[in-house]
């Protein structure tokens, strides 16, 4: 780590100067803007952190030219653009970018039971669940910042690429033109895979060869449209599919996890779905989708079982019938819940010291501790942020949930998002403890909590929806909250600066996440209301809310209970949480065999559930990078790997991001209008999904 991220830091160097407030605002509007966008995009894509440093540091550096820094000008151009205050834009802008899951809860609730929540009330209630997070990672700094075993492996790209821009010396002067050419190589070839040639999403000979006259090959090899197939040996050749695999900055040890988890999920949907388990095939539900279905393959209508008051009708339920999900969605949920399940087991067995000496006689509420780790060293010359500024932080915040809970449809009682919140903090510590030392988000825990919310608010689904947003999704923004703490360490930024930039960012996206979602609902409700939905739009992050939401809140007792058709899934969480110990006690007993601590249990059951969602061709790329990157070049080439590898995921990342959202708003309809590239047989007529597809 060393060799990746210098201890250098200079304390006078200003962090919250005016070029911090104005880029920084901007950057945070644009990046919520842009991260709503991608909530109803297909490929499921996330807005990098590193395309807003790039930006950043172009605007910065330019502020810096133009403002004079005589006189009264020096107050806004205090010197040369530097590393503090380009994290903490950076922090801003990313802490925006995020997108609220309250927004996605609140479309939910527009798109699929014509609820619409008053705005003042919506946008309140998604500043309440996004800093109870916040709150979360101000009290586990303790355990999950300031140690040395908080690596927090996503964040190295940043560093890497902040101290190159900003640290003198001849090797940075090279890295950085290193990046410029491979930024502007990956921005000029996005285009075609993107726009003009989007059968690159992921090409597969094997599709080739069939020419569409097997749906079971299109079944196991299709990938290169939303919800088409699998995408066994499928090679996508655009970058922002291949890096939702991260193949240049997770650990080997975690991407090994991983493509065992893949290697048995292949195998398993397709068993499961041709040997019809949970009736998937028999019924002609399609193959891959998570929206709920009728016994004759027909979409489900849930607001028909509902009365006025949204609770189950069981009058109306025994006319209409249960829902159905698809096999492959089915037996994805059960292997999420067994990762979830895993992730408590494992976290305990082999990470026990930890968590005692952070909770030990409430260690994780005291300030002032030691820890042997040389960047917390540094920071010891900047006035920390108190605990009691999150702990204020975070019980207005619960204040203002349960105001909003009141203020339209009655959500959730004050006494449950009291409960709910309590259970999202030991969700926060066991997900970003995870994330702190493999760089794995794991992010099936939503449901253990609307298991619960099943027996407390029965026949329920807006409230097993609330009380999954503050009883999950709080717990779960903590785990960015923290990662961004600890890139405010890497950096030395001042503590109470990060503090600013967080909580600015999080107000800030809130507000425009909301505008963002009631333009493009607006705009494209048929289509993302739609099970399959387009190339350009599709309602599945919103589509799987529901469901969860019915088949959990209004359906559990229908659906889950003993002898019923899905009793098996939420028995997932125990078959996980046993699933850690036979490779703990085979390492106990067999110390010398690595392989026992080196397999991720957590991990690999997430990826056996994880490819029948949306469009599937990063993975084998993803395998051929990662092998590449993070163990011939670390091994074979370890100058190389320390001083480029973490450059090049930025470059990539950045340059992609870039064309990518230009061409949102140029040629994909996020401005208002579509610009087609003329069909041909790389871009062919919307109507034709995959290759050779009929």
């Not at 172009?58 to 810096?64: E, F, I, R, Y």
């Not at 790389?682 to 290759?691: H, R």
Request: net charge positive; aromatic share 18%; hydrophobic share 45%.
């Amino acid at each position: 780590l060393s060799q990746i991220v210098s201890a250098e830091d200079n304390p006078t160097l200003p962090a919250l100067t005016f070029r911090f407030w104005v880029i920084g605002i901007g950057l945070a509007i644009f990046g919520s803007v842009l991260s709503e966008i991608y909530f109803w995009k297909p490929q499921g894509t996330t807005v990098s952190s590193l395309f807003q440093l790039i930006v950043s540091y172009v605007l910065g550096s330019a502020m810096h030219r133009m403002i004079p820094s005589t006189g009264f000008w020096r107050h806004l151009n205090p010197g040369p653009f530097n590393i503090k205050e380009h994290t903490c834009i950076t922090i801003m802008a990313s802490t925006a970018s995020l997108t609220a899951s309250s927004i996605g809860i609140i479309a939910t609730l527009d798109l699929f039971y014509g609820i619409n929540l008053h705005p003042v009330s919506a946008i309140f209630q998604t500043f309440a669940s996004q800093l109870i997070g916040y709150g979360f990672a101000g009290v586990l700094r303790n355990l999950l910042v300031w140690p040395t075993h908080a690596l927090y492996p996503n964040q190295l790209p940043v560093i890497s690429l902040l101290q190159s821009m900003h640290f003198g010396g001849l090797l940075n002067r090279r890295k950085m033109k290193y990046f410029w050419i491979v930024f502007t190589a990956i921005f000029c070839w996005e285009i075609v895979p993107t726009w003009m040639f989007p059968l690159l999403t992921a090409v597969s000979a094997i599709c080739v060869i069939d020419n569409g006259r097997s749906s079971f090959v299109r079944n196991l090899f299709g990938a290169g449209s939303s919800n088409e197939g699998l995408g066994l040996l499928s090679f996508a050749f655009d970058w922002t599919l291949i890096t939702q695999a991260y193949p240049l900055f997770w650990p080997l040890q975690t991407q090994v996890s991983a493509w065992v988890g893949l290697s048995f999920c292949y195998i398993l949907m397709m068993v499961t779905y041709y040997k019809d388990v949970f009736q998937g095939y028999s019924r002609g539900l399609p193959f891959m989708s998570s929206s709920l279905f009728t016994g004759n393959g027909s979409t489900y209508n849930q607001t028909s079982i509902l009365d006025a008051q949204y609770q189950l009708d069981t009058q109306k339920y025994t006319v209409v019938g249960p829902p159905y999900m698809t096999t492959t969605f089915a037996v994805s949920q059960l292997a999420g819940y067994a990762s979830m399940g895993a992730a408590f087991s494992h976290v305990v067995l082999w990470h026990w010291k930890e968590l005692w000496a952070a909770f030990r006689g409430f260690n994780f509420l005291k300030t002032g501790q030691e820890f042997d780790d040389v960047h917390f060293q540094k920071m010891k010359v900047y006035q920390e942020v108190p605990q009691w500024w999150y702990c204020v932080l975070f019980g207005v915040s619960l204040a203002l949930a349960i105001g909003t809970a009141y203020a339209d449809v009655n959500l959730l009682p004050w006494w449950s998002i009291i409960m709910f919140t309590a259970i999202a903090f030991i969700v926060a510590v066991v997900l970003s403890f995870i994330y702190a030392v493999t760089g794995f988000q794991l992010c099936t825990c939503s449901v253990l909590v609307q298991i619960i919310a099943a027996y407390i608010h029965p026949q329920q689904p807006i409230r097993n929806m609330y009380a999954k947003l503050y009883g999950y999704n709080t717990g779960y923004q903590t785990l960015y909250m923290v990662a961004d703490l600890k890139l405010g360490q890497y950096a030395k930024i001042p503590p109470r600066s990060t503090f600013v930039a967080q909580l600015s960012g999080a107000i800030i996206g809130a507000i425009f996440n909301y505008i963002l979602y009631r333009s493009i609902v607006g705009a494209h409700r048929e289509d993302l209301q739609n099970p399959i939905g387009t190339r350009l739009w599709s309602g599945w992050n919103a589509q799987q809310i529901n469901s969860a939401a019915i088949t959990w809140g209004a359906l559990a007792r229908e659906l889950y209970s003993p002898g019923k058709i899905y009793f098996q899934l939420p028995l997932g969480h125990l078959y996980g949480f046993l699933a850690p110990f036979p490779l703990y006690f085979m390492h106990r007993l067999y110390p010398s065999q690595r392989i026992w601590s080196y397999l991720n249990m957590p991990v690999i059951l997430t990826y056996v559930g994880w490819l029948p969602y949306s469009v599937n061709g990063a993975w084998w790329p993803g395998l051929v990078i990662g092998l590449a990157s993070q163990w011939w070049a670390r091994t074979r080439r370890p100058k190389w790997y320390t001083t480029y590898n973490y450059l090049t995921s930025a470059a990539l990342d950045g340059g992609s991001s870039i064309i990518y959202f230009i061409l949102n708003f140029a040629v994909f309809g996020a401005g208002g209008n579509i610009i087609s590239f003329p069909y041909w047989w790389g871009n062919p007529d919307p109507g034709i999904s995959s290759v050779g597809a009929h």
